[in-house]
């Protein structure tokens, strides 16, 4: 059964490979040995051909089931998260050195049965990295944590992302526990603990909002000194997941990009099969780090 989500009726401009080739095939192996869990499989990301086969991957922290149920989203939830893992930064550590990783993704579900929100999962994950090599460059995609955010900032990844998803109209729709607002504020917050991190958030489109919604998200965003945005299409892994409202085009697309660019965003990736995490190594530059 391929591992891509199942599209129905998708426009002509949606072309993606079966996800074959060796060095997926020894990804997909080092990820199973390891028992440790990446986004592009629980997530039935659209990419994993491509970037398991470029040797990347987003790693996934503190399990396979998450405490929300977002109606877009494909990984497992439930009331009760499962034990954390304490070897848990170190495979992941291990994996990405194995892997010959350069630049490192690290995302988690939501866990707000923790009390930090599994905060700390992070920072040792962050050591453990550092451990096997200080130079590998290292980007977050964290849940909207409460109290413990500035812990995470102190162990100073070289990116921290939040992603706020989608427009406000539609936020609560689709992600019942979140708060528009407050991804706004946990941003802007991450920002005032370090001016010179990078800082980065992503969206979906096609959930029901309208282009000027769209715009009104990134100026959003860059008021909160934002420094990258990604901006891709939603794409429904179920039938029990909220249905795509449209396919946008990729003449829109590239509009959505330039009036990103225009706003002051250091780099803006906008594409119908774009995620927060695809090619995230290019949208950085070596002058942009500390």
Same mark, same amino acid.
């Given at each position: 059964m %391929?591992e891509?989500i199942q599209i129905?009726?998708?426009?002509s401009?949606f $072309?993606?490979?079966f996800p074959?080739g060796?060095?997926y095939?020894?990804v997909r192996?080092l990820?199973?040995?390891?028992n440790?869990h990446?986004?592009c499989?629980?997530g039935k990301?659209p990419? @994993? =051909?491509?970037?398991?086969?470029r040797?990347t991957a987003?790693f996934m922290?503190? =399990?396979?089931?998450?405490t929300r149920a977002c109606? #877009?989203c494909?990984?497992? &939830?439930?009331?009760?998260g499962q034990?954390?893992?304490?070897e848990?930064?170190?495979?992941v550590?291990?994996s990405?050195?194995?892997?010959?990783i350069? #630049?490192a993704v690290?995302?988690s579900?939501d866990?707000?049965d923790?009390?930090?929100g599994?905060?700390?999962? #992070?920072?040792k994950t962050i050591e453990?990295? !550092?451990k096997i090599?200080?130079t590998?460059r290292?980007?977050?995609?964290?849940?909207d944590?409460k109290? %413990?955010?500035? %812990?995470v900032?102190d162990?100073r990844?070289?990116v921290?992302?939040?992603? @706020?998803?989608?427009?406000r109209r539609v936020? $609560?729709k689709v !992600?019942?526990?979140?708060?528009?607002? /407050? %991804?706004l504020?946990?941003?802007r917050k991450a920002?005032e603990?370090?001016?010179?991190m990078i800082t980065?958030?992503?969206?979906?489109?096609?959930?029901g909002?309208?282009?000027?919604?769209?715009?009104? &998200?990134?100026?959003d965003?860059?008021?909160?000194?934002?420094d990258?945005?990604t901006?891709?299409? /939603?794409?429904?892994? &179920?039938?029990?997941?909220?249905k795509?409202?449209?396919?946008?085009?990729p003449d829109?697309?590239?509009?959505?990009?330039?009036e990103?660019?225009k706003l002051?965003?250091?780099?803006?990736?906008?594409g119908p099969?774009?995620r927060s995490?695809?090619?995230?190594?290019?949208l950085v530059?070596?002058d942009?780090?500390?």
């Open positions: %391929s891509l129905s009726k998708k426009p401009w $072309k993606v490979q074959d060796q060095n095939r020894e192996e990820v199973k040995q390891n440790i990446t986004i499989q629980e990301c990419n @994993i =051909g491509d970037c398991w086969n040797r987003s922290l503190l =399990g396979d089931t998450c109606r #877009y494909n990984v497992k &939830t439930g009331n009760q034990a954390v893992d304490p848990e930064p170190r495979k550590a291990e990405i050195k194995v892997m010959g350069k #630049y690290i995302t579900v866990r707000d923790l009390e930090d599994g905060a700390s999962q #992070y920072i453990e990295i !550092r090599d200080p590998i290292i980007e977050l995609l964290t849940p944590y109290d %413990s955010l500035k %812990s900032v162990a990844p070289d921290f992302g939040h992603n @706020i998803e989608t427009v936020h $609560k !992600r019942a526990k979140g708060d528009y607002d /407050y %991804s504020e946990l941003l920002k603990f370090d001016p010179k980065k958030s992503g969206m979906m489109v096609g959930l909002e309208t282009n000027e919604e769209i715009l009104s &998200t990134l100026k965003l860059r008021e909160q000194s934002i990258i945005v901006i891709g299409q /939603y794409l429904r892994p &179920t039938e029990r997941h909220e795509v409202h449209r396919y946008v085009t829109e697309f590239k509009s959505f990009e330039q990103g660019k002051g965003f250091k780099n803006v990736f906008s099969l774009v995490s695809f090619h995230a190594d290019e530059n070596e942009d780090f500390r």
